[in-house]
């Protein structure tokens, strides 16, 4: 699982409200503009939301290790 979130934050690891790939997810989930998650806006859904982006997470590790990743 922390194998997966470094390679999500792969080129954003000190900076990953910036991460492309997290701020789609975000988005996609809660309906929010990518654009308007800052720092704090970041941590505070990630903390908000925490049982479901490890549900996430796992189940990233589930696919790329079905279909290699």
Do not use: H
Request: hydrophobic share 40%; proline share 6%.
């Amino acid at each position: 699982m922390i194998r997966r979130l470094w390679k999500l934050t792969k080129g954003y690891r000190l900076t990953p409200w910036k991460s492309p790939y997290l701020r789609w997810r975000l988005e996609t989930y809660l309906g929010i503009p990518a654009g308007a998650i800052g720092p704090g806006e970041f941590f505070r859904l990630i903390w908000k939301y925490r049982r479901e982006f490890l549900r996430y997470l796992r189940w990233a590790d589930r696919m790329a290790a079905r279909y290699g990743g």
